[in-house]
């Protein structure tokens, strides 16, 4: 093992599946990992899960709704007073993987449409609070392949007219690509990862009835976790690879709409100004 | 147009908030929870171009009502449409139910609903539009949430009469009879544990408060959303009270039994891990 226990990697839906896979990863190549979880309860239970195998485990996790802007901030806060008082670490990568799927149109504390302000906004403005941090560091963000059958719905961005759950998450995960593009041409080295069919608990979280059946099924020919973990951990050991979009360690094809600037700097603009932020002013500072 | 909303942070009423800022309407929001009012605001103000006042106040608090009534005074606000969408569900059995916790719900659904649309529709232009948010449960006597049900079909009688007695000064009143609104991921594991019937008779939250605001300004008087809650209410009258609430009772009690189970199950997984109990819920684990 390595030891690179200086440098951090903060992870956003890290207390089951995918998340807890890809902590447990970083781990074992020797990084240092902030945690994220929607719930206090299950941060302490995949905190105790680790400390069972690894009681010195360099690994501390933080409760935080991410649908929630306010909570975004007071994490940011919270993960930068974690790095004054622990100096001798470096923020290395920020994994935006936070993300679920709901049957039903709800809206956020700031009236957004739940999975377009979780699935999109939540990474993309707790990006921009970690820009001061990350100077070399990457981000990577947890797309899906769904994400290639899709447009932008710019007359109706949040569905309020007749909302539709994979329509809903499709559009959110081609927004983390078409946010990744953006972010390499400002010079934040970002990549997105398609993780595949992965046996996790997504359909399950916020479902109801026939959708949870049909998940409960589609997922039993998925794969363990711990395989797309493998290219995070792959992204973050070479923060300078070339790609954007990885699937298994290798460069894969995503949705052409990504390659329309004008679509992927429209997206950037509503995404400003849905978190009051400019990224313009931060990167200049 | 001037529209005032109560219950305006969260749920329907930020659901209703967001539709009537899509319209271009100015709205006055009002709730007690000061800090997701300002949320709500700041995301309205991002998306469209309206004028947008937020006054925090519980309106079953006299002093409150005063000082927002003053507020409104010193705006000179007049108003045109009023949404009536704060109400209270202390769901249990009469004696299972610290007094209190229904005396509450009276006083939310009925006295401070009567109190504040007196003193808006004293300060309303012409012509002017209320709606009065009662239920499905309105319709139905319902063992185990007597006192709900009770206050909803207060408002629901007393928004027909209002109505027909201010007709003439053109008022018109709309009663919404909704089914289940999934407003936020606790009510869809109520839903959830209702079963088939649970799922089937939740309406959706984008439709609802879109058409409830077409209907009250074509002046339509009462709006059940849903064919399946339609069928339900159609199939109630034909049916004698005393045999309708032994019907309603035996299945609420199977659900409920349902839900508290699983809400019970992950309680008694919190007080395992002892360290939760000193938990700052926000905090580093």
């Known amino acids: 093992m390595k030891n690179q226990t200086d440098k951090l990697v903060i992870v956003t839906g890290s207390t089951s599946g995918i998340g807890f896979a890809i902590v447990l990863k970083l781990l074992e190549s020797g990084y240092s990992v902030i945690g994220v979880g929607s719930k206090a309860e299950s941060c302490q239970n995949a905190k105790i899960k680790i400390t069972a195998q690894n009681p010195t485990a360099p690994v501390v996790f933080y409760n935080a709704n991410l649908a929630n802007q306010q909570e975004i901030y007071a994490l940011a806060h919270n993960i930068k007073e974690y790095l004054t008082l622990n100096p001798n670490l470096k923020l290395h990568c920020l994994i935006n993987n936070a993300g679920g799927v709901r049957d039903w149109y709800m809206t956020t504390s700031e009236g957004y449409e739940y999975q377009f302000a979780l699935n999109h906004l939540s990474g993309f403005l707790l990006t921009y609070l970690m820009v001061p941090l990350l100077k070399d560091g990457i981000v990577i963000f947890t797309a899906s392949s769904s994400h290639k059958h899709t447009r932008i719905h710019w007359q109706d961005i949040m569905f309020q007219k007749w909302y539709f759950v994979l329509s809903a998450y499709k559009q959110s995960k081609l927004c983390n690509v078409m946010t990744v593009k953006e972010l390499n041409k400002r010079g934040i080295k970002a990549f997105a990862v398609d993780p595949g069919l992965v046996k996790t608990d997504i359909g399950n979280k916020g479902m109801t009835g026939i959708t949870r059946w049909f998940w409960n099924i589609h997922k039993k020919s998925g794969t363990d976790p711990e395989i797309p973990a493998q290219t995070y951990v792959y992204l973050c050991n070479r923060p300078k690879s070339l790609g954007l979009y990885y699937y298994n360690s290798k460069i894969a094809s995503y949705n052409k709409e990504v390659d329309k600037d004008s679509e992927t700097m429209r997206l950037f603009a509503l995404s400003e100004k849905l978190c009051g932020i400019s990224y313009k002013e931060r990167i200049s500072s | ?222 709006y059940f959303p849903g064919v399946l809650n339609n069928l339900f209410r159609i199939f109630n009258n034909l049916l004698p009270r005393q045999m309708v609430a032994n019907l309603i009772h035996r299945r609420w009690v199977k659900s409920q039994a349902k839900w508290l189970n699983t809400n019970n199950q992950s309680m008694a997984n919190m007080v395992k891990t002892p360290i939760t109990q000193n938990l700052e819920t926000k905090g580093v684990i």
Do not use: W
């Open chain 2, 1 to 222: 147009m001037n529209v005032f909303i109560t219950g305006a942070a969260g749920g329907l009423g930020r659901a209703m908030a967001v539709e009537c800022a899509k319209r271009g309407y100015n709205i006055v929001l009002t709730d007690c929870d000061e800090i997701h009012l300002v949320q709500i605001k700041n995301g309205l103000l991002r998306q469209y171009d309206i004028n947008i006042e937020i006054i925090v106040c519980d309106l079953t608090n006299k002093e409150d009502v005063d000082t927002l009534i003053k507020k409104i005074d010193f705006l000179n606000l007049k108003f045109d449409m009023m949404l009536n969408i704060a109400g209270i569900d202390n769901e249990g059995a009469f004696m299972s139910r610290k007094y209190d916790q229904i005396g509450d719900i009276v006083k939310v659904n009925v006295e401070a609903t009567l109190h504040i649309t007196y003193e808006i529709l004293n300060r309303r232009n012409t012509p002017f539009n209320i709606v009065f948010v009662s239920s499905l449960a309105s319709q139905f006597p319902m063992p185990l949430k007597a006192t709900y049900a009770a206050s909803k079909r207060f408002l629901f009688d007393f928004a027909l009469s209002l109505g027909v007695e201010l007709k003439e000064s053109k008022v018109s009143v709309l009663t919404l009879c909704p089914g289940g609104l999934a407003t936020n991921p606790t009510v869809i594991e109520a839903i959830d544990a209702q079963g088939f019937f649970g799922k089937a008779t939740t309406n959706r939250l984008e439709i609802v408060s879109r058409k409830t605001i077409q209907k009250a300004l074509r002046g339509d008087t009462v």
